[in-house]
């Protein structure tokens, strides 16, 4: 039944949502003048003739449904003030449409199909909010003068350049402007946000200038001879590795080529230890090298020496360029072993790129099937967006990294592909002068002693030392700068991370090096170096050494005494003499170190609880309410850290949890090509800060709140991958209590979407299993992004005593398969 309210003062407000309309029904058009509001979302709508009778409509929502055109017959709804015309395929807006609407405040126009906006869009005066991302738009040089605009989203655009007028209205407060390929600005000074841009804008009007960069990052497994190609291309020569210096984490390098374009160069080692450290580092916008040594490769290995590799740079990156790169020719048989080798990689490689591909069009053409597709538009342009990407892989290069003409190939193979602009857009940016200026000064710095030669600063003392030598640049203007070298990887500033934000360091190589002092793949050796006088400076004995390598080894905990002990070794042995800045990093028995903060940050490791497990004390969560932990102090004197990714076991974890149960609220989230290296630890992480009583495994974890627990289970391996999310309770039989165990869920699974937005190439499904014996079927949930979506509410009002058959004809109750109520206002 379509839904009319409010008839008193004839201002109606019409509800034909999700009712499958093809065209405008003849009882709405009726109604004609009297409609204040029409909500037509989730249709079948491609036009929408006759609209113009409604005149004076204030609020129109069109949004999912399959409208082509933008609807003309809209200019003449002159009282309108809110549109939503997203989820559609409209490709272009014609002109004479946005003046007319002169009361229009709010457009929302995301996800369709537009290549540009029409010239008099700054006409329409009083528009305040606008969305625009998702679409194909290069240019929105139209948007200038539009005076009241203070909401602007272009997020997943093909912006290159934004008009400096734009940022100069006073009225502007929110921009998103991500997965655009900008060069004025980079996007480097987009993510920084609008007050970035602006102090950009205004820093270019003095000055400036083009420059070349490029992130080239080298990926491959171990020994493929990625440092022997990240060195040798520096010097334009061969440069021998020896094998015992292979790299430990990450080792960065630049140069410029002869026409003058910057490589940075970021050395990724291949020891599988060191995987979960690379989402740190791994960004957009990159040009990856995946080396395979050619001589150790068999068809056999293809998976974990190239598809592994072609996978994860797939879904943290998946529009970037990847060059195939053969090492060790000089060691495989003859010519033609390596010409074989060659084309079974590039055939594989094509055959996972179509996989994907195919695999995505069938997930779309499911969704497209579906009942009523409208329901299911998110799902499907989210998809299509994924269909954009283009992985560009090159044809493999095979090479002898010992001949010097063999680097020169390569070389010039390199700087070929590089120059194109269709490959990368974003290669060229415009910069005000005073960037490279400031840049060029603390490269000074660094070298004349200025700054210390491990290039940690103290935040304060960079700006001012900064400010003194460019009296143009206040300290506001200089962050600005810093954060713009920081994105592009030129030195490390984390800005946004209380605490952490005080220290800049200028050599990015020094911090990673303090990262690898803990996060290597011989710490057991390590610790067991450890002298006795580093001991005794801790109060520490041999056989306390003992117990943290036995802990480290059984639990993938290290005590942080421990951690002090080696990260004091490595920064000693770099020269650092500053005791107080050491005890900032390394920390004291009260206080964490800062290192310890940021391995924190970044999911790699957390707090390890010690002692009684059960914390009695423990307020518990409730939806609704913001959590509050019993003590507000996570840094316990001498505990220690836990590295989940370390584990080996999910005993305990098993035995806390017990059997399954039939009875469990269960979802299960498959992802697609695969679940990344390191997504369900970070996962567990975020999760463990909400839901403090925890028990961590290798592949399972377990939560519990009040008398539920909440298990996560990975099935990683071949076949398919995917997440379990299972709550038990001990008395599921009532509905609150379903509810309650929904609520679990509901914060795993928002956890889980924030994090997946890290992979821009993963694609999720998630099912609930049909809860009869031994039966597979399972039920399909298309929607449930709506549900951890805090601003969609009253989705979910199903009936509690429906009912749902599976395939097989099993019957359960349906809040046991879906959650039935909505959460709306469940803030965590
Ligand atoms: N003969 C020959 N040796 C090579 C070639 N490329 C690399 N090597 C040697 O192979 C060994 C491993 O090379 P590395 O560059 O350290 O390999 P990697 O990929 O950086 O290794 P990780 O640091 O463990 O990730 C070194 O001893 C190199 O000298 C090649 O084309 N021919």
């Excluded at 017959?73 to 609407?101: A, C, D, G, M």
């Excluded at 070298?447 to 206040?474: M, R, S, T, W, Y």
């Excluded at 010690?610 to 309410?625: I, T, V």
Aim: glycine content about 4%.
């Amino acid at each position: 039944m379509p839904h009319f309210k409010g008839c008193s003062n004839r201002k109606l407000e019409v509800n034909f949502a999700g009712k499958r309309l093809k065209s405008l029904p003849s009882d709405l058009l009726q109604k004609g003048q009297d409609v204040d509001k029409a909500d037509l979302q989730k249709n079948r709508l491609i036009e929408v003739i006759g609209i113009s009778r409604l005149s004076n409509l204030t609020e129109l929502n069109l949004c999912r449904n399959e409208l082509v055109e933008f609807p003309k017959e809209i200019s003449e709804l002159q009282q309108l003030v809110r549109l939503y015309l997203n989820q559609n395929k409209i490709k272009s807006i014609p002109e004479n449409i946005f003046p007319l609407l002169k009361n229009l405040e709010f457009l929302k126009i995301s996800t369709n199909k537009l290549s540009q906006i029409p010239s008099d869009m700054n006409k329409c005066e009083k528009l305040n909010f606008l969305n625009l991302s998702n679409n194909c738009l290069r240019d929105v040089q139209p948007l200038v003068g539009l005076s009241h605009l203070r909401e602007l989203y272009m997020e997943n655009n093909r912006l290159t350049e934004l008009p400096q007028a734009l940022f100069q209205s006073e009225s502007l407060e929110k921009l998103k402007l991500n997965n655009n390929p900008l060069r004025k600005p980079p996007e480097a000074i987009c993510l920084g946000g609008l007050k970035d841009i602006q102090s950009y804008f205004e820093m270019l009007e003095t000055s400036s200038f083009t420059i070349r960069t490029i992130k080239t990052m080298f990926l491959g497994s171990s020994m493929a001879g990625k440092s022997t190609v990240c060195r040798s291309l520096s010097c334009g020569h061969p440069v021998e590795v020896a094998e015992d210096d292979r790299t430990d984490g990450i080792e960065i390098q630049q140069f410029c080529n002869e026409d003058g374009v910057r490589f940075l160069f970021w050395d990724f080692a291949g020891q599988e230890e060191y995987y979960f450290t690379h989402h740190v580092f791994i960004t957009a916008q990159a040009f990856v090298i995946l080396a395979v040594d050619l001589s150790r490769y068999k068809p056999e290995s293809f998976r974990e020496k190239v598809g592994f590799w072609i996978n994860n740079i797939q879904l943290k990156v998946p529009n970037a360029v990847v060059l195939l790169l053969g090492t060790h020719v000089d060691c495989c048989s003859d010519e033609k072993a390596v010409q074989d080798k060659k084309s079974d990689i590039e055939e594989r490689v094509n055959q996972m790129l179509l996989d994907r591909k195919d695999s995505l069009e069938q997930q779309r053409k499911n969704l497209e099937d579906f009942n009523n597709p409208s329901l299911v538009s998110e799902q499907i342009s989210a998809i299509e967006r994924l269909e954009e990407y283009k992985l560009q892989v090159l044809d493999l290069i095979a090479i002898d990294c010992t001949k010097p003409e063999d680097i020169k190939r390569l070389q010039h193979y390199i700087n070929k592909v590089i120059v194109d602009t269709d490959t990368f857009p974003f290669m060229e940016q415009t910069l005000p002068q005073c960037y490279r200026d400031v840049e060029n000064d603390i490269q000074a710095d660094l070298e004349n002693g200025k700054i210390p030669q491990h290039g940690i600063v103290a935040h304060g003392d960079i700006l001012d030392h900064l400010n003194a030598c460019h009296k143009e640049l206040d300290h506001a203007k200089l962050r600005v700068v810093l954060q713009y070298l920081h994105r592009s990887g030129i030195i490390i500033w984390y800005r946004d991370i209380t605490d952490s934000n005080k220290m800049v360091f200028v050599k990015p190589s020094f911090l990673i090096s303090l990262f690898k002092a803990i996060v290597r793949h011989d710490l057991v050796s390590m610790l067991k170096e450890i002298p006795s006088r580093d001991l005794k400076r801790e109060n520490s004995l041999e056989k306390h050494r003992d117990a943290w390598i036995k802990d480290f080894e059984n639990k993938a905990t290290l005590s942080n005494v421990a951690i002090r002990i080696l990260v004091h070794a490595e920064l000693k042995r770099s020269g650092v003499d500053d005791d107080e800045l050491i005890e900032e990093i390394v920390g004291t028995k009260r206080k964490a170190g800062q290192l310890i903060k940021l391995l924190e940050h970044f999911d790699v490791c957390l707090p390890a609880k010690q002692g009684a497990r059960l914390n009695p004390a423990a307020p518990e969560f409730c939806p609704d309410k913001k959590w509050e932990p019993s003590s507000p102090e996570v840094y316990e004197p001498n505990g220690s850290c836990l590295f989940p990714s370390f584990l080996k076991s999910d005993k305990d974890v098993k035995d806390m949890w017990g059997q399954d149960n039939l009875e469990d609220i269960t979802v299960q989230v498959y992802f697609l090509p695969e679940i990344p290296h390191g997504f369900f630890h970070r996962l567990v992480i975020r999760i463990c800060s909400i839901y403090s009583t925890n028990w961590i495994g290798k592949e399972q974890c377990l939560f519990t709140c009040g008398n539920r627990r909440l298990l996560l289970r990975e099935r990683a391996g071949t076949g398919d991958q995917f997440i379990e999310i299972r709550v038990k309770h001990t008395d599921i039989s009532t509905s609150g209590n379903i509810q309650k165990a929904w609520d679990m869920i509901k914060v795993a699974m928002i956890r889980l979407a924030q994090l997946t937005q890290q992979w821009r190439g993963l694609c999720q499904y998630v099912y609930s299993p049909c809860k009869h014996i031994g039966c597979d079927a399972h039920f399909e949930w298309s929607d449930w992004q709506d549900w951890i979506d805090p601003n969609a509410c009253e989705k979910f009002n199903m009936d509690p005593e429906d009912k749902i058959t599976c395939s097989r004809g099993h019957i359960r109750r349906t809040e046991c398969l879906f959650p039935v109520r909505s959460c709306a206002g469940l803030k965590i």
